[in-house]
């Protein structure tokens, strides 16, 4: 947050593990402050995966498919595609979105039930099982001079501190892009995330209405979840 941060601003200073400090976070709870920040130039909006009420609980899960630049968005599509199956076969409520650049972002509701560390391994888990079926295109190396130009199947992004662009959130790329929630059945060979820009989803969400309202509601069983997936 800037030194001269607007009275209705709240703010609060937490511990950033990703960066070893303590940071000062705007906590952005209202209309005034998410334009407040608009006014600052904030094109995009990363928010913790868990609140100020419950800091060490998050109210969900991510897997972040982030593909290097010699994938095909195809590819981006079959890996999120493995990811959703996996899911439900796992009794998993699972909601997915464009990243707003070139991947795709796939959501558990957890709602505050576990740790970071939990979630961390749970996601790890459905990375590897992703990543077995689909070995020529996915890696879960986070080297990148590792995993050379695969998909990177990304389960870090579970740790406390880490932040990604949120759903409907703009994102600084030409077209105005935005991270926008999308149907299972729209997540198929012709989706292209270049649709969806500040000037096409408004009308979007008009019809479809939130596709991520899910995403805050009743969170997973995570021991019923693991005991389906030991029978893969």
């Not at 998410?34 to 600052?40: G, I, K, S």
């Not at 707003?100 to 957890?110: D, E, F």
């Not at 079926?133 to 001079?145: A, N, V």
């Not at 695969?150 to 991270?179: C, E």
């Amino acid at each position: 947050m800037p030194e001269d941060v607007p009275a209705f601003v709240q703010t609060i200073a937490l511990h950033s593990e990703s960066s070893d400090k303590e940071i000062d976070y705007i906590v952005c709870n209202n209309k005034a402050t998410l334009t407040y920040l608009n006014n600052l130039g904030c094109i995009e909006i990363n928010p913790w995966h868990s609140t100020i009420q419950a800091l060490e609980r998050p109210d969900y899960l991510i897997i972040d498919i982030d593909p290097s630049d010699k994938n095909t968005f195809e590819e981006v599509i079959d890996a999120a595609n493995v990811v959703h199956e996996i899911l439900e076969k796992a009794g998993a409520a699972n909601f997915c979105k464009t990243s707003g650049a070139t991947g795709l972002h796939v959501y558990i509701p957890t709602r505050k039930k576990y740790t970071y560390d939990q979630l961390k391994d749970f996601a790890e888990l459905i990375c590897v099982l992703t990543h077995e079926q689909l070995p020529e295109t996915t890696s879960t190396e986070r080297s990148i001079s590792k995993r050379g130009h695969k998909i990177y199947m990304d389960h870090l992004q579970n740790r406390k501190g880490q932040t990604i662009a949120a759903a409907y959130s703009l994102r600084p790329y030409p077209g105005a892009t935005v991270s926008t929630p999308l149907k299972w059945e729209e997540v198929k060979l012709g989706l292209i995330p270049a649709q969806f820009t500040i000037h096409t989803v408004p009308a979007r969400v008009q019809k479809t209405g939130d596709l991520f309202k899910g995403v805050l509601g009743k969170g997973i069983n995570l021991d019923k979840c693991l005991k389906k997936m030991a029978n893969f």
